[in-house]
């Protein structure tokens, strides 16, 4: 009896546990989206097929196989989503995230993450409000640090995902312009020394 009580009290535990951090991930993702991160990252991914693009400029591939290449969008994006989110708890209780939150629900913050500067008086001094009341101060040094976090990040997330990517193309058949340019030197200077060779033996 006593073994069934202890068990169920540990899985009651883990279940409460379990929640209260899928609670939390939650409120990170909320307020994630609703400053404008989620959104930045989403056109970054955007960005970055741009890019590829330039980079195999030379090769002819169909818009059916960038289009197959995409297909994982919404796992990149919670994917990062994931890894930002064990930034902020580090640094931020999730009062203090459902705080952040609440005011990206106001007009202030809603056109803050949009456009920031056509910001109207009344919304610059709710905004103005915030940074300078208690919360806004204690929070200003750890969003500093979260910062930090953030972009460094963002900068693995950005060059794994490029390169995943890149390798999926090469794996294709597929070679980076960057590359052919390089093969092109090589085969440049081979002829060069091949014809410096037979004009010295003449």
Known sequence: ??????FLTLFLTMYFSVSAQDSYQESIAEYLTLNGTTQKYEGEYAKMFVLLKKHFSKSDISEATWTSLQTNKKQSIKEIQTKLAVSYKEHFSEKDIQKMTAFYKTDAGKQLATHPTK???????????????GFGKK???????????VNRIASNWSRDLYLEKVNALKAKGFVPDYEITETNKTIGKGKNAQASLIKSQN
Not at 1 to 6: C, H, I, S, T, Y
Not at 139 to 149: C, I, L, P, R, T
């Open 139 to 149: 929070n200003e040094k750890k969003q500093q640090e979260v910062m930090k976090a």
């Open 1 to 6: 009896m006593k073994v069934r009580v202890l």
């Open 119 to 133: 910001l109207s008086p009344e919304q610059n001094q709710a905004v103005a409000e915030l940074h300078e009341s």
